[in-house]
């Protein structure tokens, strides 16, 4: 069947997560730069109704009203829908709300369904004979019109099909079951072109989205009495528009552009400044480009009196071949990081560690040139550098995001076109914090801004980012390289006053600050020396683990999280969301002689002289034994200081990737449904449940409108700690960050306004030319001055026990820090089997003691508890199933096992099987 031309569309977006996937379903149809021009994605609160009747309406062909959180009987969480579907000036499309909504805007009411479902493939049935889009050609073009089919659905409430008014029918229902009962998923109106599907035709999941959509169309093609063709959205709409992007990517951007939205010059790369030698203070001036260009305030270049110099970046490395393949990261990071001259002094220290036993893994090694954080309380951004104080700058109105995310445009503009990428080759390394959503989430309300009126109060660093200009790095398969970037940017002298200067963009700032992006050539042979050296003649750690980590508390009962849990399901129930990922803290503290608090008199101290112990990379090392995860990270700013203290160090054994963008590929792959591998008070097991990204940034609804055409990729993939459903989705990186804040607006609520900090944000590194990848910040232990927390939660979905839930967070913490004080988790009772399925990839536990017998775990396939059993001291005998046992019953060498805490060499095999009670395997 023919394609109609496509209208001028505009979707009104109630902040959902899936609202821009509906865009998947119209680049199947038509091409991306088509659909750039005449569709576009404006959040429901963009425009007042005035607005959009009088500006809007005239100037569009069709309307979708998107899914959303709420209900859309609630003036608040519908806004004008019902109104516009009363006035009805071009087709309508309603979608989940939306399509709640032209029940509930033409009489119907709004009810619980019979069963909350929430991710569930259902089968969908048109009525017949069929009406409304299920009766259009484009539907059953290939199909018969009243033949089932299967989608997805997400929701709490439905509409009460007793009662609809006359203007309104039926047009498809859900295929009863047995336990369930059929409910209403597609309607009409009689008489208006207004339409609407329960489910979610954008849906990976769901079949014949793209016929639905057809058919839509082609119903506002024959409303419109068929034209040759539509216009372009006026460029006043397309402003407004949710979802900026460009049409097609490009390998790295040629104008970056200020916040302000003036173009950088793009300068030619100068041969000789790539290749100078020695301090950036030496080098060649004929080397450099002038240009003419100026700032006069964050987000513009336009101030006089400045003429920039631009040199460009060389990305350089140095293979070790097979020198030192054999030399432990540990000693390597000790020697190039640790004990360098002057590391008293250093302005922190990284280690992208990735410890694991089980795959090969890349780690980075290196110390900062100087580091940028953010406080979002101020909007200030503080700029900390080796033996200075540090110096700070009011952002105003920009946000960090737009600000660091320009500054970094600008880095990458001035690499060489076909550099070279593959990796982390320098650049920024830090981390996100859960609160940095405030400036991330449309429609989330900034807080005020607060001023630091006295002086003394230290503020929150809830974005940190240091920039590494050169670093040690070991490939997956033991490869030394030394990587470096080489070349600046830098600015002539100015006739500007520092204040006019301290409104400058971020690469403007940092350069009147005295900042050098790129290291010197001496510099970097004197690295590729140092690290020739030390592999050539390793020297052993000097540096013992932590005996033990100190014994962590909760900040909140157990009645107090399993209470949240219970207002977590009613919010679900009301159609407020379909999954909450309810968190909590638990805290220590190190033992020192001294606990006093920071004010900004002592905020550039030197932290070296801390009171502490016990030194927080011996904590370190203990984590990467204890529990190691292929996204485990050290980093450590000793200058930083926060209301809790002076000095702030990230100890993480995150087993989960946030994000990468490798070759402008936009990959996340979030971790869900995750069932326990590993060794006793080190598991954790979780029911399946709908794959969804627990963060707050979601990168990908930024890309180009067919990137998510791969979609969700599922699989289970084993991990260090767990084996669980991974999900990859890729698309074109085009953009920055666009995300969904209901939950989390809900979750603020809930959590009582308790910061995370830096727990559920995201950490890694972002290079110079735009390779980027992030762990999703979970099992990780912060210390600030002498106070230790660390965080763990779930998500709280309809099907969520209390108990088991605050049980998995017991679990998640002590699978990082071991014992917990202060705990009240309620026993868990395996089920009562005498005969159990071994479910997922058994552990071989060696080392036991005197006698070296092995011994395997697995999990119970009925209700995923523990399952250990013993080879060798008796055929396959099951010790103990589930949390509890008795260690009277338990011989000497398993035992043994137990309280040295698990921390033996492992073995990882696949295998499934059935076992009786007494372990023989069937």
């Known amino acids: 069947m023919e394609l109609p031309p496509l209208p001028r569309t505009l979707i009104l977006d109630y902040y959902d997560s899936y609202t821009n996937n509906l865009l998947t379903l119209f680049t199947k149809l038509y091409s991306d730069a088509e659909v750039l021009r005449k569709v576009v994605v404006v959040k429901a609160d963009r425009y007042s109704w005035d607005q959009f009747r009088q500006d809007v309406l005239p100037n569009v062909d069709c309307v979708i009203l998107s899914p959303g959180p709420g209900r859309p009987d609630k003036s608040s969480d519908i806004g004008f829908a019902l109104e516009l579907l009363r006035l009805h000036p071009v087709p309508i499309l309603g979608v989940c709300l939306g399509h709640q909504a032209i029940g509930v805007a033409f009489g119907g009411k709004i009810i619980n369904t019979p069963q909350i479902t929430h991710g569930h493939v259902v089968p969908v049935l048109p009525v017949h004979p069929a009406l409304g889009l299920f009766a259009s050609p484009a539907w059953k073009d290939g199909f018969t019109a009243t033949e089932p089919f299967e989608v997805v659905v997400y929701n709490s ?76 959205l006026l460029p006043s709409i397309l402003s407004a528009c949710a979802y900026r992007v460009a049409a097609a990517p490009s390998s790295r951007p040629s104008t970056p552009r200020t916040p302000g939205g003036g173009p950088w010059p793009t300068p030619p790369i100068s041969p000789e400044g790539s290749q100078s030698s020695g301090d950036e203070a030496d080098a060649d001036e004929g080397a450099r480009l002038n240009v003419n260009a100026n700032v006069n305030a964050v987000g513009g270049l336009n101030a006089p009196g400045r003429v920039p110099r631009f040199r460009g970046f060389r990305l350089v490395e140095r293979s070790f071949g097979e020198v030192g393949k054999g030399v432990e990261t540990r000693e390597v990071f000790e020697q190039v990081v640790r004990s360098r001259k002057g590391k008293e002094r250093a302005v922190g220290e990284i280690w992208l560690d990735g410890q694991t036993p089980l795959r090969s893994t890349t780690a980075s090694l290196a110390i900062p040139s100087f580091v940028l954080t953010y406080a979002l309380s101020s909007r200030t951004v503080s700029l900390h550098r080796q033996d200075k104080a540090p110096i700070t700058l009011d952002l105003g109105e920009t946000t960090f995001w737009d600000w660091f995310s320009d500054g970094q445009a600008t880095l990458a503009a001035h690499l060489p076109p076909q550099v070279v990428r593959g990796g982390w080759r320098g650049g920024w390394v830090g981390w996100f914090g859960y609160e940095m959503k405030e400036e991330s989430l449309a429609g989330y309300r900034r807080r005020p801004k607060a001023g630091n009126d006295a002086g003394e109060q230290v503020e929150e660093v809830d974005a940190c980012w240091a920039w590494v200009p050169s670093m040690a790095q070991r490939t997956g398969d033991g490869e030394w390289l030394a990587r470096a970037v080489l070349g600046n940017v830098s600015f002539l002298p100015s006739s500007g006053s520092p204040e006019a200067e301290a409104e400058a963009d971020m690469i403007s700032w940092l350069v009147w600050q005295g900042i050098k992006f790129g290291a010197s050539v001496r510099e970097y042979d004197e690295l590729v020396t140092s690290l020739s050296t030390i592999l050539s003649s390793p020297q052993p750690s000097k540096v ?37 990922t309810l968190t909590t803290r638990f805290e220590s503290q190190i033992p020192s002689s001294s606990s006093t608090r920071p004010t900004n008199a002592d905020a550039d101290a030197d932290a070296t002289g801390s009171n502490s112990v016990t030194d927080p990379y011996e904590l370190y090392l203990r984590l990467r034994t204890f529990n190691p995860a292929y996204y485990s990270a050290w980093m450590s700013f000793p200058s930083l200081s926060t209301p809790r203290g002076h000095g702030v160090h990230v100890l993480s054994s995150s087993p989960e990737r946030f994000l990468r963008i490798e070759g402008g590929q936009v990959e996340m792959m979030p971790i869900k449904g995750t069932m326990a591998r590993v060794k006793p008070g080190q598991c954790v097991y979780r029911r399946p449940h709908p794959l969804r990204p627990a963060v707050v940034l979601h990168p990908v609804n930024r890309c180009g409108p067919e990137a998510h055409r791969a979609g969700i990729i599922r699989r289970a993939q084993p991990r260090d700690d767990c084996a669980g459903q991974v999900g990859a989705q890729r698309g074109d990186s085009r953009g920055g960050q666009e995300v969904f804040p209901a939950s989390v607006q809900l979750l603020d609520k809930l959590e009582a306004g308790r910061r995370r900090g830096i727990y559920s944000g995201a950490l890694g590194y972002i290079g110079v030319d735009g390779e980027t990848d992030l762990s999703v910040v979970i099992r990780t232990i912060v210390l600030e001055g002498d106070r230790l927390s660390i965080g763990a939660g779930g998500a709280i979905t309809w099907l969520s026990d209390r108990h088991a839930e605050w049980d998995e967070v017991l679990t998640k913490v002590r699978s990082v820090v071991g014992v917990l004080d202060g705990v009240d988790a309620a026993p868990f009772l395996p089920c009562n089997k005498t005969e159990y399925t071994l479910t997922g990839s058994p552990k071989l536990y060696n080392e036991l003691g005197d006698s070296g017998k092995p011994v395997e775990r697995g999990f119970c396939g009925d209700c995923g508890s523990s399952l250990w059993y013993a080879d060798g001291i008796k055929p396959h005998q099951i010790y103990f199933h589930g949390g509890l046992f008795d260690p009277q019953t338990i011989p000497a060498p398993t035992h043994e096992l137990f309280t040295r805490n698990m921390e033996v060499w492992e073995k990882s095999y696949e295998g499934e099987g059935v076992f009786s009670e007494a372990g023989q395997r069937v």
Do not use: M
Not at 165 to 182: H, M, N
Not at 191 to 200: D, L
Not at 555 to 579: H, L, P, V
């Open 157 to 232: 409430l439905t509409v009460d099909p007793t009662s609809l008014p006359d203007q309104l029918e039926v047009t498809a229902w859900s295929v009863p079951a047995p336990g369930k009962e059929r409910t209403v998923q597609g309607l009409r109106h009689k008489e208006f072109p207004i339409w609407g599907v329960q489910y979610h035709p954008e849906s990976i999941s769901s079949t014949r989205g793209t016929a639905l959509l057809r058919s839509f169309l082609l119903a506002v093609d024959a409303h419109h009495s068929n034209p040759k063709s539509y216009p372009s």
């Open 544 to 580: 013992d683990p932590a005996p033990a980590f100190p014994t962590f508390r909760p900040i909140a009962t157990g009645d107090d999280y399993r209470g949240r849990i219970d207002s977590c399901r009613e919010a679900i129930r009301q159609g407020e969301s379909y999954e909450l």
